[in-house]
């Protein structure tokens, strides 16, 4: 049974920085696609941040215009994880943190084949 748990929500003031954790468990997905998406109250889940895997230990990163220049996804394929930096966190960042696994690169709803159950990010002014 395929599991993917996030960690590492919470509170954080404007301007301030959280580190999103991802650990997959069931199967490996080194050679898959990755990300990360989120939903605010009232609106519709969105991309944040991809990636798809590229050969040997190399990933490509994709990112929503919303987290590009701000935030960062990585991977350690070792450890079947995928983590996001996030920095200079806006009160409109503010939202339930999903992550995404799948076979092709993670971009869109559509190319997500398993789910994580979330993780509130709470951003103040």
């Known amino acids: 049974q395929v599991q993917l748990v996030e960690s590492g929500g919470g509170l954080v003031q404007a301007g301030g920085s959280l580190r999103l954790s991802c650990a997959a468990s069931?199967?490996?997905?080194?050679?898959?696609?990755m990300g990360w998406f989120r939903q605010a109250p009232g609106k519709e889940r969105e991309f944040v941040a991809g990636?798809?895997?590229?050969?040997?230990?190399?990933?490509?990163?994709d990112y929503a215009d919303s987290a590009r220049g701000r935030f960062t996804v990585s991977r350690d394929s070792a450890k079947n994880t995928v983590y996001l930096q996030m920095n200079k966190l806006k009160p409109e960042d503010t939202a339930v943190y999903y992550c995404a696994a799948g076979p092709a690169p993670i971009a869109t709803i559509a190319t997500v084949q398993y789910w994580g159950q979330g993780t509130q990010v709470t951003v103040s002014s």
């Open positions: 069931g199967r490996t997905f080194s050679n898959d696609g």
């Open positions: 990636t798809k895997w590229a050969g040997r230990s190399i990933y490509y990163a």
